[in-house]
């Protein structure tokens, strides 16, 4: 069976899920809850068990839960779709777009399972030091999902540079 050009990403997408998925479990059922399971490099980079109620460094943990729901459940899973939608409707896209925002509803799809089936929220678990940069001695503790989303929006920041470059040159 030969999968359309246009929906490999999807795969992608899945197998971040999975990924993500797997990783966490591990870190959960390995680890007690706000304690470190190993270090590496001295204490350069850390596997621990943290809890995010919120999103990325713990922005909106204080607001009320009907917001949260709304602004973490309700709005990414309809971004998502929209995403995933557009990908696979649009002829615009590029190849390396349409891999990137793979990158991205893996990641963003990784995060809503446990914002909608854990209730004790995201499960974080690499802690990497900082060493004082942006006054952070650590950073802020991520999964795989989260890097996920980092690359595929970073990825697309450049190939989105790149088009526009390459189209204004054409037009010149």
């Not at 246009?6 to 680890?31: E, G, H, N, W």
């Not at 009907?66 to 002829?91: D, N, Q």
């Not at 890097?147 to 450049?158: E, H, R, T, W």
Request: contains cysteine; aromatic residues 12%.
């Amino acid at each position: 069976m030969r999968i359309p050009k246009r929906f490999r990403p999807f795969i992608l997408s899945l197998c971040i899920v999975i990924a993500d998925q797997v990783t966490k479990y591990l870190a959960a059922s390995m680890i007690p809850l706000h304690s470190i399971g190993a270090q590496f490099f001295g204490d350069v980079l850390r596997i621990v068990h943290v809890r995010n109620t919120a999103i990325a460094f713990s922005i909106g943990s204080g607001l009320p839960d009907a917001a949260r729901t709304l602004l973490f459940i309700i709005i990414p899973l309809v971004m998502v779709g929209v995403i995933a939608v557009m990908m696979v409707r649009s002829r615009e896209l590029t190849d390396l777009q349409r891999w990137c925002f793979g990158f991205i509803i893996g990641g963003g799809s990784g995060n809503l399972i446990d914002r909608v089936f854990r209730p004790g929220g995201v499960i974080d678990f690499i802690d990497v030091k900082f060493y004082g940069i942006f006054g952070l001695e650590r950073w802020p503790t991520f999964n795989v999902a989260d890097s996920m989303i980092v690359i595929g929006g970073i990825l697309l920041m450049i190939s989105v540079f790149f088009i526009k470059e390459k189209s204004d040159e054409q037009e010149s």
